[in-house]
C-alpha cells in the first residue's frame, strides 16, 4: 500500500489490485456525533443533497447515470464519525470516477428546491426506519444503553430538526467538514497516474476543521430495562453491554466471543434459542467496535410469552463463557480468520477498511488485526466476559 499527503492536507491511499475492477471512496471526519442538539442529521442529509446537483452535472440523473451507463455502482453511508462515498467501475473509467467523485465533493448546488424534496425523503428513510422493528431495535437499544456519549442520538437526526434545515445552515456545516484536510481518498485497483489525477481535479484548499471532543461514557452500574408496545406479531428483544472502541486491547478478545456464541447457524445463541427450543427464528449477537465507543449485543425474535425464557437462556451462555473449551477458542479463531480473508477479497471492502483504521489511527493496524487475534487465550476471553458482562440494557419491542 503506498500513502500520500498532499500540499492541500489530503491523505490518499493506494492499494494496488489485479483485476477489472477499481474501487474509489472518500472518508469525511464528520458524523453525527459532530452534530450540535439543533443540527441532528444534518451529516446524513449532506450526504443525500451531494447526489442532487453539481454545477457540471446539473441533476442526480446525470451524477447516477455518467456511472451506471458504464455498469459501475456509487453508492454512499453516514455513521456516528464519519461520511463515505465510493464509485466502482471498471479500470478503464477510472477517470471518469474521480471526476464525478470529486466533482460532488467540491461543486453541490444544494439548489433550494432540491432540498426541499430531500428533506422528505430523508424523512421517509426515518419512518422506515421507526416503522421496522428490526432496524428500530438497534436504535432502541443505543438510546438507551448509552447516558453521555452522542451514539445515543440516532445518525439519520430528527425529523423536525431536518425539516427546518436551511441551505444557510447546511452549506456552513459543509464547508466546515468538507475540506481536503479533513478527508481521507482509497483507491483499490490495478491503476496508474493516480495521484497526478487527484492532485489536478482536488483543487479546494484546507481549512480550519472544529474540533471534537470525546465524550468519556460511564460504565453501567445496574441493568436497565425498557420497553414499547406495537401492534405487530412478533417481540423483538436485544440485551446490551457497553465495551470498549475498536482499538482497545480486550476488543479482540470480544470478536471470539462474537464467534463463539454468534457465528451463523452453529453459534451458541442460535443453537440454544432456535435449533433446541425453537423460540425465535431471528437470533444472533453483534460485536460493535466504533472509534469512539462499543457495546456488544444479542438479538432475538420471539413470541411475547417467550421474553422471560429468551433472556434467561441468553444469561446461562454468557455465565457459560467461564468454562470455554481450547477447541472452542480454535474454532472462533478460524471462523474470524476465514470471514476476514474472504470480504477482503472484494476490493470495496478494502477501500472502506483502510480508511477506517487510517482514521482510527494507522492502517497497519488492519493488517496486525489477524495477528492479534491469534493471540487471545481462554484467560483473555474469561477475563474480559467477566469485566463487561456485568449489567445489562434490555429492550424489548412487543408485539400486542
Not at 434545515?165 to 481518498?185: G, H, S
Request: with cysteine; proline share 3%; aromatic share 10%.
Amino acid at each position: 500500500m503506498q500513502k500520500v499527503i498532499l500540499p492541500n492536507g489530503l491523505t490518499i491511499l493506494f492499494v494496488p489490485k489485479k483485476g477489472n475492477s477499481v474501487v474509489v471512496e472518500a472518508l469525511i471526519k464528520v458524523g453525527s456525533d459532530n452534530e450540535k442538539k439543533d443540527e441532528r442529521g444534518i451529516s446524513h442529509f449532506i450526504e443525500h443533497i451531494l447526489f442532487e446537483g453539481t454545477k457540471k452535472r446539473p441533476t442526480n440523473h446525470k451524477i447516477s447515470n455518467d456511472i451506471e451507463k458504464l455498469g459501475g455502482d456509487l453508492n454512499a453511508y453516514t455513521t456516528n464519525d464519519r461520511t463515505c462515498f465510493y464509485i466502482k467501475v471498471l479500470k478503464k473509467h477510472f477517470k471518469i470516477a474521480i471526476d464525478v467523485l470529486l466533482d460532488i465533493l467540491q461543486n453541490p448546488l444544494m439548489d433550494e428546491k432540491n432540498m426541499e424534496k430531500e428533506k422528505n425523503v430523508v424523512i421517509k428513510e426515518i419512518e422506515m426506519v421507526h416503522d421496522e422493528p428490526r432496524f428500530y431495535q438497534w436504535d432502541f437499544l443505543q438510546k438507551n444503553i448509552f447516558e453521555k456519549n452522542p451514539a445515543k442520538n440516532p445518525v439519520y437526526g430528527d425529523k423536525e430538526i431536518v425539516k427546518n434545515l436551511t441551505r444557510e445552515k447546511v452549506r456552513t456545516y459543509f464547508d466546515q467538514y468538507y475540506c481536503p484536510n479533513n478527508m481521507i481518498i482509497s483507491i483499490v485497483g490495478d491503476v496508474k497516474n493516480w495521484k497526478k489525477l487527484i492532485q489536478e481535479k482536488f483543487v479546494n484548499p484546507k481549512r480550519t476543521v472544529p474540533k471534537f471532543k470525546i465524550i468519556q461514557e460511564p460504565l453501567a452500574k445496574k441493568n436497565k430495562i425498557k420497553k414499547e408496545t406495537r401492534d405487530i406479531a412478533s417481540t423483538y428483544a436485544v440485551m446490551g453491554f457497553k465495551t470498549v472502541p475498536c482499538n482497545h486491547k480486550d476488543s479482540y478478545a470480544l470478536e471470539i466471543i462474537d464467534a463463539i456464541l454468534g457465528r451463523g447457524q452453529s453459534g451458541r445463541m442460535f443453537t440454544e434459542i432456535r435449533t433446541k427450543k425453537g423460540l425465535a427464528y431471528d437470533v444472533g449477537t453483534q460485536n460493535i467496535n466504533e472509534p469512539n465507543y462499543g457495546y456488544f449485543a444479542i438479538y432475538a425474535s420471539i413470541d411475547k410469552k417467550n421474553i422471560d425464557t429468551t433472556k434467561k437462556l441468553i444469561l446461562q451462555e454468557l455465565k457459560k463463557l467461564e468454562n470455554i473449551r481450547e477447541n472452542d477458542l480454535k474454532e472462533a479463531k478460524t471462523f474470524i480468520e476465514g470471514q476476514y480473508y474472504l470480504e477482503m477479497e472484494d476490493a470495496q471492502k478494502i477501500a472502506d477498511q483502510i480508511l477506517f483504521w487510517e482514521k482510527v489511527k494507522d492502517t497497519k493496524l488492519l493488517k496486525e488485526f489477524i495477528k492479534k487475534i491469534k493471540k487471545v487465550t481462554i484467560n483473555d476471553v474469561k477475563k474480559v466476559a467477566k469485566k463487561y458482562f456485568n449489567h445489562y440494557t434490555f429492550v424489548v419491542i412487543q408485539g400486542k
